[in-house]
């Protein structure tokens, strides 16, 4: 007579119950999806990197050498192009960003126009010191925490009387401040202004413009036509009847 196995078959088979493995392979999907979910919201809130490497600030259009949008709104949108070529060093800039900034800046917060700035560095040349540079990478750094344009103002309110005596890096942080840049954020941008982290950028622009034909600035260009500045009133005028 065969002994009875069934006591000893009972014995080796598994208890019923979650299965170890099975669990432990869906906790390792969901933390993968997590940091891959991490990874790209980090991603989108910071600049790009160019085909050669180079960080690209948030916010640019039309290539590694391409201006930056004053307002994300109007990035999707069907309406008209305005592109602005500044000197943050230039007195006419200044004036042009007093009378004509407030208004352009509202027509780009309600998605009317697609205002876009190309920051130009050639009066550092001129003018023997390298402010606008500076001022440049530092309004670039300001894009990737979302406050470019008004960044982009500060630097303009800020402007010192006398052309030629530049930007401190005191005031450069001081403009980030007054943009609303603090916090957590204030400290990536000091680090990246600090670094030069967009000096090629602001090199690239200013070979991307000069090859376009940009000699002075301001130039302003709308739907890549030129612009005869007059009033703020004119140019909106001229805006709304242009087609994108």
Same mark, same amino acid.
């Given at each position: 007579m065969r002994p009875d196995a069934?006591?000893?078959?009972?014995?080796?088979?598994?208890k019923s119950g979650p299965n170890v493995v099975l669990i432990g392979a869906v906790v390792?999907?969901?933390?993968i999806l997590a940091v891959v979910v991490?990874? +790209?919201? @980090? =991603?989108?809130?910071k600049s790009s990197t160019s085909a050669s490497g180079n960080a690209v600030p948030v916010g640019v259009v039309g290539g590694t050498g391409g201006g930056i949008l004053v307002d994300p709104a109007a990035a999707n949108a069907k309406v008209p192009t305005l592109d602005v070529y500044v000197d943050f060093q230039c007195p +006419?800039? @200044? =004036?042009f960003e007093k009378a004509f900034g407030p208004t352009l800046t509202t027509m780009a917060k309600a998605a009317q126009v697609k205002y876009i700035v190309?920051?130009?560095t050639f009066l550092d040349t001129n003018l023997g010191n390298d402010s606008s540079k500076r001022a440049t990478n530092a309004a670039a750094c300001a894009a990737d925490a979302g406050k470019?344009?008004?960044?982009?103002?500060?630097?303009?309110?800020?402007?010192?009387?006398?052309?030629?005596?530049g930007y401190t890096n005191a005031q450069l942080t001081e403009f980030a401040q007054t943009a609303g840049i603090t916090g957590p954020a204030l400290t990536t941008w000091q680090k990246c202004t600090d670094s030069g982290q967009h000096d090629q950028y602001v090199a690239d622009v200013a070979d991307t413009s000069g090859r376009a034909g940009i000699?002075?600035?301001?130039?302003?260009?709308l739907n890549g036509k030129d612009v005869k500045l007059s009033t703020p009133e004119a140019l909106v005028a001229e805006i709304k009847a242009a087609k994108s």
């Open positions: 069934s006591k000893k078959i009972a014995k080796a088979t598994p390792a999907v969901v933390l991490a990874i +790209v919201i @980090g =991603n989108n809130s +006419v800039c @200044g =004036n190309h920051m130009m470019f344009g008004e960044y982009h103002s500060a630097v303009f309110a800020g402007q010192p009387a006398k052309e030629g005596a000699s002075q600035t301001p130039t302003v260009k």
